[in-house]
């Protein structure tokens, strides 16, 4: 392989309002070291571009249209559910992406994702040692559920975070309204299936004088403790909110949402915890609700997003550019919180062996005592990470987004079935 060796960057999982930033930021950086990286690709539909060697030129697209990935959600590239097994229950995917990652004279490989992302990237940057072929792997966070093991937080759950806070507390201001002749009680679901810090960004409407009940996956659900809280709140002030995670569940694990399907990825298929939340309210109060999903919205709500989650995210991609060329492999680059106010992070490195499948959980004194609310140490970790905004560009009333042309590369090898 020859000095200059060329990178594949590929998106999976749940995208966000940030992942293009990451993106923005890999690619940017890795133009701005012509000497050291050649060509930059991209997988088309993430690792399953790879196996398939569906593989797109980014070096097409014009550095304003680059540049333009960090204000676009969603992923540019397109994403998937796709895990890798191990190496010896499936040999046969790893020996084809060593094909594909020679036939282009691959030497870098950039994974932007979640917590099976981040095991997907461990494992492929095991193949020099387990294959004998050369590659540095870096995965590059990103998830809205903050999960991630080591690193503060994760490059989209800020952007989601301030999109559920801003949703609940303008919804909450019309059930106010409402409240004394109509609705007392509205819920919102949020995404996070073990985690809850998506729902903890919900408790910060209490700041602004709003009566709101937190449902989180860590606290085991009990309805006749949740029931008397609503009606408490609503006596005391005509009506409340309750942010509800997908992931709540009852003390036997069984999730309040369960639809007895199963995702890519093997986990459970979620889904309706609000409904089965406000007609819980319905039946034992009878005030009347309404309830909402944030759903795809939370994750794709780039016109609000956070300037910090943007600015980390950009950073992230960055560094783990420059990760790679300064020789590590099998890493992650993280954000160390140093103050919370003034808020002061730096770029750290993780190895990507501490952060694959581990999983992170809101803190119990994040949490108050009757496990309803969000406590003030919680508030003090939230609040930078949704503060600032930093607006898309807007034509007649739209914002602009990157649209890229996606030219895919030449295919050198056979056709490859996935399995």
């Not at 020996?95 to 990237?121: K, M, P, W």
């Amino acid at each position: 392989m020859t000095a200059t060796k060329n990178a594949l960057y590929a998106q999976s999982g749940g995208v966000t309002a940030v992942i293009n930033a990451s993106a923005c930021g890999v690619i940017e950086t890795a133009r701005a070291h012509p000497d050291r990286i050649g060509k930059v690709y991209a997988g088309r539909n993430g690792i399953i571009g790879a196996l398939t060697e569906d593989l797109i030129d980014t070096g097409s697209e014009s550095a304003e249209e680059i540049a333009l990935l960090r204000s676009t959600p969603s992923g540019a590239f397109g994403s998937c559910r796709y895990k890798l097994k191990s190496v010896d229950a499936n040999r046969r995917e790893y020996e084809r992406l060593i094909e594909v990652f020679r036939a282009h004279d691959i030497g870098y490989f950039f994974y932007n994702g979640g917590g099976d992302s981040a095991d997907t990237c461990f494992k492929v940057s095991q193949l020099s040692e387990s294959m004998g072929f050369p590659i540095q792997a870096i995965h590059v966070p990103k998830t809205v559920d903050n999960d991630l093991p080591i690193t503060d937080c994760c490059p989209g759950f800020g952007s989601v975070a301030k999109y559920v806070a801003v949703s609940a507390l303008e919804a909450s201001f019309d059930v106010r309204s409402m409240a004394k002749t109509s609705t007392k009680v509205f819920v919102l679901e949020v995404m996070g299936r073990h985690a809850g810090w998506i729902a903890a960004a919900g408790g910060l409407i209490e700041d602004h004088g709003i009566p709101v009940v937190v449902l989180f996956p860590e606290v085991p659900f009990d309805q006749q403790k949740f029931i008397a809280r609503v009606d408490a709140l609503v006596q005391q002030h005509g009506y409340c909110t309750v942010v509800v995670s997908e992931g709540c569940h009852h003390p036997d694990g069984t999730f309040l949402a369960e639809q007895g399907s199963k995702d890519a990825f093997g986990h459970a298929q979620l889904g309706g915890a609000a409904p089965v939340v406000a007609g819980m309210v319905k039946q034992a109060l009878g005030h009347k609700f309404h309830w909402a999903v944030a759903d795809y919205l939370q994750r794709a709500a780039r016109h609000i997003a956070s300037k910090t989650d943007v600015q980390q995210a950009y950073e992230l991609g960055a560094a783990a550019v420059r990760l790679a060329l300064d020789g590590h492999n099998a890493v992650m680059p993280t954000i160390d919180r140093t103050s919370d106010e003034p808020y002061v992070y730096r770029i750290g490195m993780a190895k990507l062996a501490d952060v694959a499948n581990v999983e992170k959980f809101m803190p119990r004194d994040f949490i108050t005592a009757d496990g309803f609310r969000i406590t003030e140490a919680c508030k003090r970790y939230l609040r930078p990470l949704i503060r600032g905004e930093d607006y898309p560009a807007y034509r007649d009333g739209m914002p602009v987004f990157a649209t890229l042309a996606n030219n895919a590369v030449a295919r050198r090898l056979p056709a490859f079935e996935l399995r």
